[in-house]
């Protein structure tokens, strides 16, 4: 999480294939593994040490951001995500650029300078006069809202701790709107006082610290979202078998709308002699396994609660086949033996999770699915993760520490 107050300013000092190394000032601390926000766009850094990092760069972000166009010799604002006890100021956005704008025009007055930006038509329906705006990770008031643009004003200060001012008519800016006045215009705003309480302890987290936190979150019995960027583009909350209970079974088929699994280490299907689903399978390359229910349930298996104990079922040492019906409701998915290491998935994610937090390599995962059907993005996801006071860790922080 950032405020999109500037401190610091670096240099792309190169440009790689899927990295963007940065030459900056060598007090700054750096954590490998952790977040930066460079001109407002949020990377991993891959490695660090005074003076210099290295951020992972995607084909997707460069598609989304202007860093499809970034050169060797560019100067750019840094910001680190905000810690525990920090002061916050200015305004909350993700690191996750809403759209890319174009500066339409300049304008020198007596207070500053005025910007006039073109954004995407869906980014310009949420900004409002005197709401707040990220522009290249600087966090900027909105002055004027027209039909096709908008302008904010460049004051003194602004003009002289930022890159702002060397911007011409016909460039591009990355755009990202407030995360809070996005989260209170969709009815979230009951959940805005405990997300900002709880800051960084919710929402997106980095670095082995964040691992550490999802590893706690996951051995305390509570869920965790972990994005995957690359294999499926989703994003799925998470729990251990061990300890799941049926309300956290309600949660997931009431506020996620997503397709429930079962994650397992593949030696677990095999001493229950739950068998592979015939068939090709998906196109992640997803290990389906048959649908059981417990043996035992009085009813049809599909309430939350008998859905809960045929996952603590699966989880238990001493299960054994006969414990389950088959074909049933509860859908088993075997793990690469290797884990996030063979396969980096939110099934291996799980597992792995898992048995990081010293449980049963048996662990429940759930989709997010938006109230229109589409599956959640990661600026989705991420005001979910404030809204119910869940971490949020992605796939790549999890094979990299676990």
Not at 49 to 59: F, Q, S
Not at 177 to 200: E, F, I, N
Not at 271 to 285: A, T, Y
Request: with cysteine; hydrophobic share 45%.
């Amino acid at each position: 999480m950032f405020t999109g107050s500037i401190e610091h300013t670096a240099t792309v000092s190169e440009v790689g294939a899927d990295f963007l190394r940065i030459t900056l000032d060598p007090e700054i601390q750096l954590v490998v593994g952790g977040a930066v926000c460079l001109d407002g766009v949020r990377l991993t850094m891959q490695s660090a040490k005074p003076g210099e990092l290295v951020a992972a760069v995607t084909d997707e972000t460069r598609r989304r951001t202007t860093l499809d166009r970034i050169t060797a010799g560019r100067p750019v604002h840094v910001e680190l995500p905000l810690a525990a006890g920090d002061r916050i100021d200015g305004h909350l956005v993700q690191g996750h650029v809403d759209g890319v704008g174009k500066v339409l025009r300049v304008d020198d007055e007596p207070s500053g300078r005025r910007l006039w930006i073109q954004p995407g038509e869906r980014l310009l329906t949420r900004l409002v006069a005197k709401s707040s705006v990220a522009l290249n990770g600087v966090s900027l008031t909105v002055a004027e809202v027209l039909k096709d643009r908008f302008s904010v004003v460049l004051v003194p200060h602004t003009l002289q701790r930022t890159n702002l001012g060397t911007l011409v008519a016909g460039e591009r800016v990355n755009l990202e709107s407030d995360l809070l006045a996005r989260m209170a215009r969709d009815g979230q705003g009951p959940a805005l006082v405990r997300a900002v309480s709880q800051l960084p302890w919710v929402g997106y987290l980095s670095g082995p610290a964040g691992v550490q936190k999802a590893v706690a979150q996951i051995a305390a019995g509570a869920g965790v979202v972990v994005w995957d960027p690359r294999l499926e583009g989703e994003g799925d909350v998470v729990f251990a078998g061990e300890r799941f209970r049926p309300q956290s079974m309600t949660f997931l088929l009431t506020q996620l709308c997503g397709h429930t699994t079962i994650p397992c280490a593949p030696e677990v299907l095999e001493r229950l002699e739950i068998p592979p689903m015939p068939g090709e399978g998906d196109r992640q390359g997803t290990a389906m396994h048959v649908p059981v229910d417990l043996a035992s349930a009085a009813g049809t298996g599909v309430s939350a609660a008998e859905r809960a104990a045929t996952i603590r079922r699966l989880a238990a040492a001493d299960a054994v086949p006969g414990d389950f019906l088959r074909p049933g409701h509860v859908f088993p998915l075997a793990a690469r033996p290797g884990l996030l290491a063979e396969r980096k998935g939110h099934t291996e994610a799980t597992v792995a999770l898992c048995r990081a937090a010293g449980l049963a390599p048996v662990g429940v995962c759930c989709e997010v699915m938006r109230a229109d059907g589409v599956m959640a993005d990661a600026v989705d996801l991420e005001q979910f993760a404030l809204r119910w006071e869940l971490p949020m860790i992605g796939v790549d922080d999890l094979a990299r520490w676990l």
